[in-house]
């Protein structure tokens, strides 16, 4: 139901409401969900692609008793309701979803480019209705260093479950291709607490496979070249059973500024690039267009597709993009991560536009650390750029975006 409209089907993933005719600033989503049941204890979760920008959930037996469970604001990024407590397997629920993007003509939150009246509004990118264990792994990231020359494991556990819980965590790298010979990492033991979400690390780990075996960028430029990628597991055991695992994939490489000069795993590297700003292309689709238009896409029958269009950036002498203004979706950084262009990843929030109050965004930091840890785990990008333009002269403001 767009604001100040009538109730109309809407698509999700579709690019958002702008791209399927609603010109509103919000909208509240709605639908009944049968909520899956596994037959055992579970954590459930409605995941969301992406959301600009506030999103406000309720969820209740039919639409006259519905309780908010949610509040959050993002830009470019995902949001994950947690609906664990609120609903119970095999039942039907109603969801009300209330998104505000634009309040009196203004965004709420850090916006790529307000100047462009096409940018998605809404949730776009896709929403699953997910069932985990009761307690399970939330996600994987490796910190590598070539200087200490040691990766270190990390991951989120979390225990939905009203009773604490004893684990063991166990760790391990696996090979995306060659085969490498890799550390062994000591098993940890953890105790979780009813509704505890925790980070825990590994020792950092020798990485044994030597030089071959890091991340490289294509440079210089070689035809089908493909970069060093690994993998890191994570999984939980209870006494003997296998509770749950994740893992990630990544890439054994450091970028480190030294003087004034910039290396990659110890070898100077000049960044030569340009910035891809995705709200030229919104245009194009009236919304969301890296997850529309086949460019940015797999390749097709009639069109190279995204790595297409990377081949032709290395082949061209550049070897770095900057997400100017936003993040680009996973599959695009994963691409970069095998085909070793470098990123710079940004904020979404631009100097003092629409966005701005008194010399600072709404929300900045929030979707600028959302950003971040959605994206830790791509090797491609080597640095991040806190804000475009950015006009405020307080050195605490920036200090505090660092």
Not at 31 to 55: F, K, M, Q, S, Y
Not at 246 to 263: H, I, N, Y
Not at 299 to 328: D, I, K
Request: net charge negative.
């Amino acid at each position: 139901e767009p604001e100040g409209g009538a109730p109309a089907a809407n698509e999700v993933p579709g690019g958002g409401w702008l791209r399927q005719g609603f010109r509103c600033e919000a909208g509240v989503y709605e639908r009944t969900v049968d909520i899956p049941d596994p037959g055992r204890p579970a954590a459930l979760a409605l995941e969301l692609g992406a959301v600009n920008h506030r999103l406000e959930c309720f969820v209740g037996s039919d639409g006259g008793a519905l309780a908010k469970i949610h509040d959050e604001v993002t830009a470019f990024t995902g949001q994950t309701v947690d609906l664990t407590p609120h609903v119970k397997p095999g039942e039907r629920t109603r969801l009300r979803l209330a998104v505000r993007a634009w309040q009196d003509g203004r965004p709420i939150a850090p916006h790529w480019a307000e100047w462009c009246e096409c940018i998605a509004r809404g949730i776009f990118r896709g929403a699953h209705l997910r069932a985990y264990p009761s307690v399970f792994v939330e996600d994987v990231w490796v910190e590598t260093s070539v200087c200490a020359n040691t990766a270190t494991v990390r991951a989120t556990v979390v225990n939905a479950s009203t009773a604490a819980r004893s684990l063991r965590a166990e760790a391990w790298f696996a090979t995306c291709g060659p085969a490498w010979a890799y550390p062994s990492l000591p098993p940890t033991e953890i105790a979780l607490q009813p509704g505890e979400r925790r980070e825990i690390a590994f020792e950092p780990a020798p990485w044994i496979a030597g030089a071959e075996s890091w991340w490289w960028p294509n440079v210089p430029y070689r035809p089908g070249y493909r970069a060093q990628l690994h993998w890191a597991e994570v999984a939980l055991r209870e006494g003997d059973a296998r509770v749950h695992g994740a893992r990630v994939r990544f890439g054994f490489r450091e970028c480190r500024q030294v003087g004034d000069l910039f290396e990659i795993n110890g070898v100077r590297v000049n960044f030569r690039g340009d910035n891809l700003q995705v709200a030229n292309y919104d245009r194009i689709t009236g919304g969301d267009a890296i997850d529309l238009l086949p460019g940015f896409l797999p390749p097709s029958t009639n069109c190279a597709g995204w790595p297409g269009a990377v081949e032709n950036f290395l082949r061209l002498n550049y070897n770095v993009q900057r997400t100017h203004m936003g993040p680009w979706t996973p599959y695009m950084l994963d691409v970069c991560d095998e085909m070793g262009l470098m990123l710079i990843g940004e904020s979404a929030c631009r100097w003092n536009g629409f966005d701005m109050q008194d010399g600072r965004g709404f929300h900045e930091v929030k979707c600028l650390r959302d950003i971040v840890r959605r994206d830790r785990h791509h090797p491609a990008l080597v640095r991040w750029s806190s804000k475009n333009e950015a006009q405020n002269a307080d050195p605490a403001y920036h200090v505090e975006l660092y």
